[in-house]
């Protein structure tokens, strides 16, 4: 059975910072495709950064230079650091793992297990 526990989350002030935290079980975060998504009040789920099981990493524009993805084998956990955060970073934040049919994964379809999400608010 594939868990994905994501934490970290929380009330920040804009231009501060959180770290998210995926804990996974059931499968290794180094063998797939791992990444987190938002989803927005009223909107779907949009995808922000990944790590291949290269350990390669790749992002959406909007938050490249201050979100980063990255794991620790040893915890098979995988992170999100997040700098500079605006309030339009207000959102549920997700960590999934990557379907194996795809090699940059960004739709939510193209994904195969997910985390309950952990609330991300940033207040003006």
């Known amino acids: 059975q594939v868990q994905l526990v994501e934490s970290g989350g929380g009330l920040v002030q804009a231009g501060g910072s959180l770290r998210l935290s995926c804990a996974a079980s059931?499968?290794?975060?180094?063998?797939?495709?791992m990444a987190w998504l938002r989803q927005g009040p009223g909107k779907g789920r949009t995808f922000l950064a990944g790590?291949?099981?290269?350990?390669?990493?790749y992002y959406t524009d909007s938050v490249k230079g201050r979100f980063t993805i990255s794991r620790d084998n040893a915890k098979n956990t995988v992170y999100l650091q997040m700098n500079s955060l605006k309030p339009e970073d207000t959102a549920v934040y997700y960590c999934a793992l990557g379907s194996t049919s795809y090699y940059y994964p960004e739709e939510e379809n193209e994904f195969d297990y997910w985390g309950q999400g952990t609330q991300v608010t940033v207040s003006s």
């Open positions: 790590i291949r099981w290269t350990g390669s990493t």
């Open positions: 059931g499968r290794t975060v180094s063998d797939y495709t």
